[in-house]
């Protein structure tokens, strides 16, 4: 059967610690996939996207990185915050570019301690 | 504030109402995507839109479900007679076609509670 999933726990970490979030997906073939952070409430906002050709991609404090053979992505926020806290998703990009399809995976909700 | 907007964000219904609600995304994007989300799980798609034509539909979106896009602009997702099951967060999302990004810009969602 096809399943993504995140950490299962949520994640607590200090201020100031890089906080490493994994996603690992069976039976899906993604063409990319993307990263969004979620505030209670709120919508998902977009963080990130590596593509199955990518080893890494980086945006300021954030890293991403995909591996299609262990079938694993890790998110990486360097010098966490208080204001990192929140739940992230990662979605796969089905279907590739022409249906811009996501499949989320559950969510790992990190909690930044000051 | 993505862009995209929702209405209502929350609606309270009895069991065998019927709901509608409206999603209006960024106006030059032409792909529209409605997601369901329940509480500790991530947004589960439903159904898409290019322009006016819905494209696909999840095996989720049972016969109660309907959406349109009737000017390729807004969309509205109606649920009839609902169920307690129904109970969710409603999400859309907007993307265009021709950019040259994935990105999906999400609303704040529609809650729906069933009582």
């Known amino acids: 059967s096809q399943k993504i999933e995140q950490n299962s726990e949520a994640l607590n970490i200090q201020e100031g610690k890089t906080a490493t979030l994994t996603c690992n997906y069976t039976?899906?073939?993604?063409?990319?996939l993307q990263w969004y952070r979620q505030d209670p409430g709120r919508g998902p906002v977009f963080l990130l996207l590596?593509?199955?050709?990518?080893k890494e991609k980086r945006k300021e404090r954030l890293k991403v990185t995909f591996d299609t053979t262990l079938k694993q992505s890790l998110f990486h926020i360097t010098a966490s915050q208080p204001a990192d806290s929140a739940t992230y998703l990662c979605?796969?990009?089905?279907?590739?570019?022409?249906?811009?399809?996501?499949?989320f995976g559950t969510g790992t909700l990190l909690a930044v301690q000051p | 504030d993505t862009g995209v907007s929702q209405d209502p964000r929350h609606k309270i219904t009895k069991r065998g109402q019927n709901v509608t609600f409206r999603c209006d995304p960024i106006?030059?994007?032409?792909?529209l995507y409605w997601y369901r989300q329940t509480l500790g799980q991530g947004p589960e798609f439903l159904t898409y839109?290019?322009?006016?034509?819905?494209?696909?539909k999840s095996r989720l979106l049972s016969d109660r479900f309907s959406a349109e896009r009737p000017k390729g602009s807004f969309s509205t997702l109606e649920i009839q007679r609902t169920e307690q099951g129904d109970s969710a967060m409603y999400l859309c999302?907007?993307?265009?076609?021709?950019?040259?990004?994935?990105?999906?810009?999400f609303g704040p969602g529609t809650r729906l509670t069933v009582t």
């Open positions: 839109f290019q322009n006016e034509a819905q494209l696909e």
């Open positions: 999302a907007s993307w265009m076609t021709s950019g040259k990004t994935y990105e999906q810009y």
């Open positions: 590596i593509r199955e050709n990518e």
């Open positions: 039976n899906y073939s993604p063409a990319y």
């Open positions: 979605a796969l990009g089905v279907g590739g570019g022409a249906t811009n399809k996501l499949i």
């Open positions: 106006s030059e994007h032409n792909r």
